[in-house]
Structure formats: structure tokens, C-alpha cells
């Protein structure tokens, strides 16, 4: 079956970085574009970045534009989020997503706390 498992979240400090990770396994990980989406308390939850199946095509958000990088390893089945220039606002479960004939899937997420 289908599954993402987010890791690389926690506490940071406003300015810092951090890069999140997302190991996906039970699909055909090269041929899939990929997603990554936050969900701030009390918010809904919104697209933050989308990366091709070769890595060679991204969209970001636009709050996100020139902070956030996703990338992607193919031969490890994981996508990346590298995050620098963390603000308070940026604090949110960030999920990875597939979007696979027609159905979203989804991790459990990982929680960005962005704090001083």
C-alpha cells in the first residue's frame, strides 16, 4: 500500500532552517509528481510546494518563493523540503502528498515550530 512518512520537523528559532523529508514507498515514486502541503492552526490546509516526476519542473507558493527549495531523490524515493528564512507564520503540520488516480494520499505529517 501507499505510504509517506514525513520526518525532519521541530523547534526553530525565526531565521532558521530546517529541511524535511519524505520517504515514500508502494507506488511507482519516478513517475509521479510530488507535493508538499501545511496546515497552521485553526487554517486550512494549503499547497506549499510541487516538484515533478524528474525533478526538473517546481511551483511554489508564493509566501514560499525564494525561502523554500523541494527536490527530489529518485533513486531513495524521498522528496525534500529545505526551508530557511523560517518565520512565526510558517508554523504548521507539513504533509507530504501523491495525488494517484484520483485519490490524495497523504502522511501523518511533521510539525514545524517556528519560536524564540
Known amino acids: 500500500q501507499v505510504q509517506l512518512v514525513e520526518s525532519g520537523g521541530g523547534l526553530v528559532q525565526p531565521g532558521g532552517s530546517l529541511r524535511l523529508s519524505c520517504a515514500a514507498s508502494g507506488f511507482t515514486f519516478s513517475i509521479n509528481d510530488m507535493y508538499w502541503y501545511r496546515q497552521a492552526p485553526g487554517k486550512k490546509r494549503e499547497l506549499v510546494a510541487r516538484?515533478?516526476?524528474?525533478?526538473?519542473?517546481?511551483d511554489y507558493a508564493d509566501s514560499m518563493k525564494g525561502r523554500f527549495t523541494i527536490s527530489r531523490d529518485n533513486a531513495k524515493n524521498t522528496v525534500y523540503l529545505q526551508m530557511n528564512s523560517l518565520k512565526p507564520e510558517d508554523t504548521a503540520v507539513y504533509y507530504c502528498?501523491?495525488?494517484?488516480?484520483?485519490?490524495?494520499?497523504w502522511g501523518k505529517g511533521t510539525l514545524v515550530t517556528v519560536s524564540s
Open positions: 502528498n501523491a495525488y494517484l488516480h484520483g485519490v490524495n494520499y
Open positions: 516538484i515533478s516526476r524528474a525533478g526538473g519542473s517546481t
